[in-house]
T-cell receptor, first 112, second 113 residues
Framework: QKEVEQNSGPLSVPEGAIASLNCTYSDRGSQSFFWYRQYSGKSPELIMF????GDKEDGRFTAQLNKASQYVSLLIRDSQPSDSATYLC????????????FGSGTRLQVQP | DGGITQSPKYLFRKEGQNVTLSCEQN?????MYWYRQDPGQGLRLIYY???????QKGDIAEGYSVSREKKESFPLTVTSAQKNPTAFYLC????????????FGPGTRLLVL
C-alpha cells in the first residue's frame, strides 16, 4: 500500500502569516504531486500541481518538492481567514495504479 | 458550461437496498474515478476507469459495483453487501495522457436509514 502522510492539525496561524503544510510519500517512483483545498462539506478543488524538484509559485501559493527526501510542501503567504480549510496532498504513481493516492489532510485555521 | 455533475446531493439507503450514484462529465475526459471520504479522513479509491467498457478496482471495492458504457458517465452502485456505506462519495475525471490532474464533482452524501 503506497502511503501519503500528512499531519492532521489543526495548524493555526494568524492572519497575514505564512502557513506551511507538509506531506511525505512512500513511493519513490511517484512523478506528480498535487495540492487540493477542501472546505467543510464541499468537494476538493485543485490548488497546484508540481512534478519537478524545486519550487513552483502561483500567487500566494508556493509548492516545494524534494524527491530525494520524498517530501512535498505547500506555503501560503499572507494567509487569510478564507484560507481556513483542509488541505489534501495527493500523489500520482509512476507505474501501476493510474489514480491519485491522497493523504488524510491537514486542517488549517487562520485566525483574524 | 463544462464540468462534472453528481446526483443526488443526498441519498438515503434502507437496509438490504442497492442504490446508484450518478456521475456525468462533459469535459471529454477519458478517465473517471470514484472515491469515498469518511469524516476527518482523506479520500479512498473505490473504482476507476481509463476507457469505456473497462474499469479497475481500487483499495475498497468490496460492496460496490460500477459500469462505464459511455465516456461521459460512470455510475456507482452501493450494494447491500456494503455494510457501512455512510460516507461522502466523490467522482472525479481526468485526461489520461500527460499530467493527469483530477477534477472533482460536488459529491453525494449517502446516509443509512
Amino acid at each position: 500500500q503506497k502511503e501519503v502522510e500528512q499531519n492532521s492539525g489543526p495548524l493555526s496561524v494568524p492572519e497575514g502569516a505564512i502557513a506551511s503544510l507538509n506531506c511525505t510519500y512512500s513511493d519513490r517512483g511517484s512523478q506528480s504531486f498535487f495540492w487540493y483545498r477542501q472546505y467543510s462539506g464541499k468537494s476538493p478543488e485543485l490548488i497546484m500541481f508540481i512534478y519537478s524538484n524545486g519550487d513552483k509559485e502561483d500567487g500566494r501559493f508556493t509548492a516545494q518538492l524534494n524527491k530525494a527526501s520524498q517530501y512535498v510542501s505547500l506555503l501560503i503567504r499572507d494567509s487569510q481567514p478564507s484560507d481556513s480549510a483542509t488541505y489534501l496532498c495527493a500523489v500520482f504513481p509512476d507505474t501501476g495504479r493510474r489514480a491519485l493516492t491522497f493523504g488524510s489532510g491537514t486542517r488549517l485555521q487562520v485566525q483574524p | 458550461d463544462g464540468g462534472i455533475t453528481q446526483s443526488p446531493k443526498y441519498l438515503f439507503r434502507k437496509e438490504g437496498q442497492n442504490v446508484t450514484l450518478s456521475c456525468e462529465q462533459n469535459l471529454n475526459h477519458d478517465a473517471m474515478y470514484w472515491y469515498r471520504q469518511d469524516p476527518g479522513q482523506g479520500l479512498r479509491l473505490i473504482y476507476y476507469s481509463q476507457i469505456v467498457n473497462d474499469f479497475q478496482k481500487g483499495d475498497i471495492a468490496e460492496g460496490y459495483s460500477v459500469s462505464r458504457e459511455k465516456k461521459e458517465s460512470f455510475p456507482l452502485t452501493v450494494t447491500s453487501a456494503q455494510k457501512n456505506p455512510t460516507a461522502f462519495y466523490l467522482c472525479a475525471s481526468s485526461i489520461t495522457k500527460g499530467l493527469e490532474t483530477q477534477y472533482f464533482g460536488p459529491g453525494t452524501r449517502l446516509l443509512v436509514l
